[in-house]
């Protein structure tokens, strides 16, 4: 399950050089990260010179929705911490549950964040990363702040039958009316679902619907199918927004090894079996809710 | 705190649904930290959160 199979796809290649290029020209702006005091041009602004978040959506030359920009998750942790939110455990193979259950006790420590590895489809729910969107007719790209990438063809294409697994899969979009819908499938069962540790198999397929609301915000509605773990396609909505009068800053991975040497793992051992009935009693809602906001430590 | 058979799971803040592991009938590792659930004279729950940089209580209604 660990292993990629090796496939050769020369026209993958060819596509990912002149992607890496199209990057580069890019990123080209975000890499020197120096403009702290220059304005982003082109947006519509107020009298007082801040962004217009609320102005109307820009269209591209050809009518369609205009998606290019820097863009953040706007959407909290609750899917990144666990992507079956809104699922039942009964929903989930029980042999993934078990999985889940292992990383959980081994707090993350061969998760991707650890092993400085991509996110995969964890992109999609992750607010620590920040991302552009380019846009041309045929191809939309999305360049993540760690330095990795996502295509998205629009010309035609459709999606490989049988893909060689990659960490950031293989998309084609297309619009329709003022929403992009962008398909996906091609992962790497070596990735994670969540940071909490829900597996993904390589029959993963994810769509994506993205809806441009204004200036400041865009929608992005996640259907993501993967039957052989999940009974009920995994279904949520993460608002995006757009990072103004800024530039993406470098964020890559170094050195998370020598956190991992120290992280300790809670002992099989030390694991309780404790009776549904005693656990009912702990169930409900805390009065008064205990948000981050509440802290206050002793 | 909601629960699915022997799988108790903590919604902090509308972070999403978070697994505790049991350690004993009454104490749970949360991510790292522990969670402690203790009773009040009114029938009430306490809740006891130890992270490693202090503790947090909260309670809950019976």
């Known amino acids: 399950m660990e292993k990629a199979r090796p496939k050769t796809r020369l026209s993958g290649q060819r596509a990912s050089l002149s992607v890496c290029f199209a990057i580069v020209l890019a990123a080209g702006i975000s890499l020197e990260a120096q403009w702290i005091k220059l304005q982003t041009p082109g947006l519509p602004r ?73 996110l995969g489809p964890a992109y999609l729910t992750t607010r620590f990363r920040e991302f552009r969107i380019v846009q041309t007719p045929v191809l939309i ?8 990438h996502r295509s998205i063809f629009m010309d035609g294409r459709s999606l490989e039958p049988d893909p060689n697994p990659t960490w950031m899969g293989y998309s084609v979009g297309h619009w329709e009316g003022d929403a992009l819908i962008v398909e996906s499938n091609g992962f790497t069962d070596r990735s994670w679902l969540d940071f909490g540790g829900h597996p993904l198999s390589e029959a993963l397929r994810v769509t994506e619907r993205y809806t441009r609301r204004d200036v400041g915000r865009m929608d992005v509605q996640v259907t993501m199918v993967d039957p052989t773990i999940y009974a009920k396609p995994i279904t949520f909505s993460m608002p995006i927004a757009l990072q103004t009068d800024t530039e993406m800053l470098e964020g890559f991975c170094e050195n998370h090894h020598k956190s991992r040497e120290r992280m300790v793992s809670t002992k099989a051992g030390d694991i309780a079996q404790v009776s549904a009935v005693v656990l009912s009693r702990y169930v409900g809602p805390t009065t008064p809710p205990m948000t981050a906001g509440s802290i206050s430590f002793t | 705190m909601t629960q699915e058979g022997t799988n108790l799971w903590f919604d902090y803040d509308g ?45 809950r209604r019976k």
Not at chain 1, 84 to 98: G, I, R
Not at chain 1, 141 to 148: L, N, P
Not at chain 2, 37 to 50: A, E, K, L, R, S
Request: net charge negative; hydrophobic share 35%; glycine share 12%.
């Open chain 1, 46 to 118: 107020l009298p007082d010179g801040k962004p217009n978040l609320s102005a109307p959506a820009p269209q591209t030359s050809d009518g369609k929705p205009d998606l290019s920009g820097l863009w953040s998750n706007d959407g909290g942790d609750r899917y990144y911490n666990n992507i079956t939110a809104d699922l039942q455990v009964s929903d989930v193979a029980p042999w993934a549950h078990e999985i889940f259950m292992k990383r959980q006790l081994e707090f993350g420590k061969d998760s991707m964040e650890t092993l400085c590895l991509p």
């Open chain 1, 141 to 148: 790209m999305m360049a993540f702040d760690d330095g990795m």
């Open chain 2, 15 to 59: 972070k999403g649904k978070e697994l505790l592991v049991a350690l004993s009938p009454t104490r749970f590792s949360w991510t790292g930290s522990i969670v402690e659930f203790g009773t009040t004279g009114d029938n009430g729950v306490n809740i006891t959160i130890h992270y490693v940089d202090g503790t947090e209580v909260g309670a």
